[in-house]
């Protein structure tokens, strides 16, 4: 679960910056430092960094980000089939990336409303 927060605090914070620290590691052919330090993801860890980018593209909003549904990680498993690890462990996994994602959009806790 560390590696997957961590990639949450990381992403947040350079992830839309990625594609401009390329460039600038293709001009100079040195590695900018935040993207020396980007989480190295295996295969689980990208499978559920691929899902939970999907997920919280759904996510509904009042006025903040709720945070992801069961139902909607259900949907996503319906859809999509089942992960390449357990399915408690999957949600489980999602919700943590989620609750850190929200934490620190909000700057505190997210609201409890799933």
Same mark, same amino acid.
């Given at each position: 679960? =560390?590696?997957?927060?961590?990639?949450? /605090?990381?992403?947040?914070?350079?992830?839309?910056?990625?594609?401009?620290?390329? %460039?600038?590691? !293709? !001009? $100079?052919?040195?590695?900018? =430092?935040?993207?020396?330090?980007?989480?190295?993801?295996?295969? $689980? %860890?990208? /499978?559920?960094? $691929?899902?939970?980018?999907?997920? !919280?593209? *759904?996510?509904? *909003?009042?006025?903040?980000? &709720?945070?992801?549904?069961?139902? %909607?990680?259900? !949907?996503?498993?319906?859809?999509?089939?089942?992960? @390449?690890?357990?399915?408690?462990?999957?949600? /489980?996994?999602?919700?943590?990336?989620?609750? =850190? @994602?929200? %934490?620190?959009?909000?700057? &505190?806790?997210?609201? @409890?409303? @799933?």
């Amino acid at each position: 679960g =560390k590696l997957l927060t961590r990639w949450v /605090e990381w992403d947040q914070t350079w992830g839309p910056q990625v594609k401009k620290l390329k %460039e600038i590691e !293709a !001009a $100079t052919g040195q590695t900018p =430092k935040a993207l020396a330090d980007a989480p190295v993801l295996y295969a $689980t %860890e990208q /499978e559920l960094v $691929t899902a939970y980018n999907i997920l !919280a593209l *759904r996510r509904t *909003r009042g006025f903040v980000p &709720n945070p992801i549904q069961l139902s %909607e990680i259900v !949907a996503f498993i319906q859809i999509y089939g089942p992960p @390449s690890i357990p399915i408690d462990t999957f949600i /489980e996994l999602i919700g943590l990336m989620d609750f =850190k @994602s929200l %934490e620190l959009q909000h700057g &505190n806790k997210p609201s @409890s409303n @799933s």
